[in-house]
């Protein structure tokens, strides 16, 4: 066993800001104390066994005019606290401060000098810890409360700032006025074992091992251990701070250098060394802290002793944003998330680099999206929702509400605030086309066909029509499927632009490539039926180093396949449809992109109707009038974000239309549409909202009702009128109230002329 040995100071007294050395010998455990102090007596020791002790300088908070090194964080307008806070300031704690993360409810525990409990920066957060020598934990050096303060002192106006200012503070006080002894170190640390201390401060040290199965205790407690390097510019750090390289360790001790205002390592700090993988530098030159001689006194001090509270600090600030953490876990963080300094990479200077608390709170890895307690899988980016239609309205609500909020977590399943569902509504509504849709059919025999171009992609609709002589029709084409699904009159030309506004709205979901059949089955009767398809571009998949890239591409499309059955009575035509939607990767209007699950449900459809020639004398054109009411019932849909119950929808039309109303051949029409509205049906998210002390994710079910919103109410007039024969004019005029069911209207007007062939 090694020889135990004892280290001491004699009586001192303060001098005004004058700077001693403080020295130990290797065979005495020995803290890296710094004092001001007139006289100093110790064992003599040989001079190559001598090191620098950290510089103190004392002065009230009220008399500091002192200057620091301003970080670029460092507000330009900077309280006189924030400027003696330059070492927090220069290592990100104020990142961490911003999003409320200060340290509260952790048990720090601070081996040292003991702590002057009345000042007034530790009010109420100093808890009862233990003494080894003297009767109580009171400061006599000063030692232990310049240490403490770094780690805590409160952000309240005066002094300077702490890196964890809410942090509980716990002090075992192995340091008075004349020495200790190894077995006292030990002791305390065990003592800050039993009071369930998370994280230990030593700025202390020697140049000898002692006590290692103290330590391992200590590690195998769960707690973390941060030890000074020491202060006599050795290539390799002081104990317990070596300790940290050990297997057994088990990266659950952090070594500590000091840096400069420049981030140079300090003169008098010890390198890395050995211990490298477990090594970080700290701001430890002028920093400015808390001071025993008064409940209002600070003071200046340069070591190691005061750069490893900075990393004590930041441990606190991890622990109590994330409870979860272990030991071994949270100095992980800080070593993957220090700042590189000297040789790239990990080096014998400084070790991984310099703490960045700024850094350190932010995602680690991968981020993940829980799917159970303690499951998990790669996310991507935030779901793009882009919503129209009759539940546009009922999903934005649902964003408002917090709907698609939720967390995601990083490699140590530390939980972050993470919206998965992003909408934007778009107010085109898929039951609307302008004007500029109509088709201009040409007829050839018993054969009608038209072609619409436009710049960009050539043909962009078609239609091509049969006739029979037993008075069926057979068609098809692309982006018409009104002709052969929604009972259009060809041959009459009533307008048939934006006949899916007024008749058989769901083809605003579905117009791509269609077909259709029609037939007289009795005397006045017809029967039609017909497919409708539609696919849009895919979705681009979006990079993030944050999140897994496996992004779907697929299409939304939607697939409608309907029958009409229409009977004639005189004037007077009645109908009725049926249909059945089937949508992929889309739901009624809503389309996402990086939603790699996105089913779509399928949606029962039908519809009744009339229209009527109206009486009237010819002298004031040709009239007819109609309506018609619909009405679907969508199945509940799966997807990655949220799941749908069965919802019912429910539209209708009126409508009145002539022509020879002005000029002869012209047409006119006049319409109010209220486009499928959601009156029934739920959207349930069930998303994980936090994580546990023992790090198991926490949902939370959310529903929001898909029966919300305004009703939509568009009203329309169309007019056509031939300047030619082979050309018109078209006009168009549309009134949108409570747009996709929301408190915004829009007015719509088009002018188009159109050359037939």
């Not at 303060?149 to 702490?162: E, W």
């Not at 082979?726 to 088009?750: C, P, Q």
């Amino acid at each position: 066993m090694k020889k135990e040995s004892t280290y001491f100071t004699s009586s001192f007294k303060f001098s005004e800001l004058t700077l001693s050395n403080f020295i130990f010998s290797k065979h005495i455990v020995t803290p890296f104390i710094c004092l001001s102090i007139g006289l100093l007596s110790i064992t003599p020791v040989a001079a190559s066994d001598l090191e620098p002790t950290d510089s103190l300088n004392e002065y009230e908070a009220t008399a500091f005019t002192g200057s620091f090194y301003l970080p670029n964080a460092m507000p330009t307008n900077a309280s006189s606290e924030q400027r003696a806070s330059a070492g927090a300031y220069a290592i990100g704690a104020d990142a961490a401060w911003a999003q409320g993360i200060k340290g509260k409810g952790v048990l720090v525990g601070i081996i040292d000098s003991g702590i002057n409990a009345s000042h007034t920066e530790f009010t109420g957060r100093v808890a009862a810890g233990k003494t080894f020598v003297g009767t109580n934990t009171n400061d006599q050096m000063g030692h232990g409360t310049h240490v403490a303060g770094i780690i805590g002192a409160a952000n309240n106006g005066q002094g300077m700032i702490g890196v964890a200012p809410e942090a509980t503070l716990v002090p075992f006080r192995v340091f008075g006025t004349g020495g200790t002894s190894s077995s006292t170190i030990v002791a305390a640390l065990n003592a800050a074992v039993v009071a369930k201390a998370r994280v230990v401060n030593m700025s202390l040290g020697s140049t000898a091992p002692w006590g290692d199965m103290y330590y391992q205790n200590a590690v195998n407690s769960g707690m973390l251990i941060v030890a000074a390097a020491g202060n006599n510019g050795a290539t390799e750090v002081g104990w317990p701070a070596r300790y940290a390289k050990e297997a057994w360790a088990k990266g659950q001790i952090i070594a500590v250098g000091a840096v400069d205002s420049k981030n140079n390592i300090a003169s008098f700090s010890n390198r890395a060394g050995s211990a490298m993988n477990f090594y970080l530098v700290a701001p430890g030159v002028n920093i400015v802290s808390t001071y025993n001689s008064s409940n209002s006194s600070y003071a200046t001090m340069s070591g190691t002793s005061m750069a490893t509270p900075f990393v004590t600090g930041a441990a606190a600030l991890l622990m109590g944003r994330w409870n979860q953490l272990s030991a071994a876990q949270t100095a992980d963080i800080l070593f993957k998330t220090a700042t590189d300094l000297g040789a790239p990479g990990v080096d014998a200077i400084y070790g991984r680099g310099l703490l960045n608390i700024a850094k350190a709170i932010q995602p680690v890895g991968v981020l993940q999206k829980p799917l159970t307690a303690t499951t998990s899988t790669p996310v991507n980016a935030p779901i793009a929702l882009t919503s129209r239609g009759s539940i546009a309205a009922a999903m934005a609500k649902a964003q408002a509400a917090a709907a698609f909020s939720g967390i995601v977590i990083d490699n140590y399943r530390r939980d972050y605030g993470w919206d998965y569902g992003t909408v934007s509504i778009n107010t085109a509504s898929p039951v609307y086309q302008s004007a500029s849709s109509k088709l201009t059919l040409k007829t050839i025999g018993k054969v009608k066909f038209a072609l619409r171009g436009d710049a960009n992609s050539g043909f962009s609709s078609a239609y091509y029509e049969q006739s029979f002589s037993d008075g069926s029709k057979l068609s098809f084409g692309s982006g018409s499927a009104e002709y052969q699904l929604a009972g259009a009159d060809l041959s009459e030309d009533y307008l048939s632009t934006e006949s899916t506004s007024v008749s058989m709205p769901w083809l605003g979901y579905a117009n791509g490539k269609n077909a259709g059949f029609s037939t007289p089955i009795a005397d006045k009767w017809n029967f039609s039926m017909g497919f409708s398809t539609s696919a849009t571009g895919s979705v681009a998949a979006t990079d993030d180093f944050k999140l897994s890239n496996s992004l779907s591409t697929n299409e939304p499309s939607a697939f409608l396949g309907a029958m009409r059955v229409e009977h004639k009575e005189g004037d007077l035509t009645t109908y009725g449809y049926l249909g059945w939607m089937q949508e992929s990767n889309t739901w009624l209007g809503i389309s996402a992109a990086n939603a790699a699950n996105f089913n779509g449900a399928g949606t029962f459809n039908f519809g009744l109707g009339f229209n009527k020639n109206l009486a009237i004398k010819p002298a004031y054109g040709v009239w007819k009038y109609g309506a018609e009411m619909t009405a679907g019932e969508s199945q509940g849909m799966h997807t990655d974000l949220f799941t749908t119950t069965s919802t019912t929808l429910i539209g209708g039309s009126a409508w009145l239309s002539g022509k020879n109303v002005i000029a002869k051949h012209d047409r006119l029409r006049l319409a109010l549409v209220v486009p499928p509205k959601a009156v029934s049906g739920n959207l349930v998210t069930n998303l994980a909202t936090g994580i546990d002390a023992n790090g198991n994710a926490l949902f939370t079910s959310r529903s929001a009702s898909l029966a919300t919103g305004l009703t939509e109410m568009n009203y329309k007039a169309d007019y056509a009128l031939p300047v030619s024969d082979s050309s018109d004019v078209a006009m168009s005029l549309t009134y949108r109230k409570n747009v996709s069911g929301e408190a915004l209207n829009e007015s719509i007007a088009s002018l188009r002329w159109v050359m037939n062939w």
